[in-house]
């Protein structure tokens, strides 16, 4: 099923004008359908060894790759997570991420 909603890609950029402080904003970079996956034991106990959290795991269709630059995304509901991890899949063209939520959220850059 693809009809969980659409999650757009951020890369985290300096919005700053040069010269004043830097001012870190999320800068949408690129969008895709996506839909809810169940994280299996095998990748629940390797991220429990590694001392981390899976908080979301999602595959976006028709997305061979994650956008250049991009480290966080965001679904509809404006939960703001961290790419943790992105596995191709070339076959289905698509990709798996798996997705650890921020306890701090950034600003998000508004569109021009």
Known sequence: MRDDGILTFYALQNTAT???M????????????????????TRMYAAAGANRSIDL????????SVPGGALYVVPEDGNQY??????????LEAVDLTL????????VATET
Do not use: W
């Open 82 to 91: 961290r790419i943790d991890f992105a596995q191709a899949l070339p076959d």
């Open 100 to 107: 650890m939520r921020l306890e701090a959220n950034y600003d």
């Open 18 to 20: 040069p010269g004043r």
């Open 22 to 41: 830097p001012v870190e904003k999320l800068v949408s970079v690129g969008r895709a359908y996506y839909s809810r996956r169940n994280v299996g034991v």
């Open 57 to 64: 795991l999602v595959r976006c269709h028709n997305t061979p």
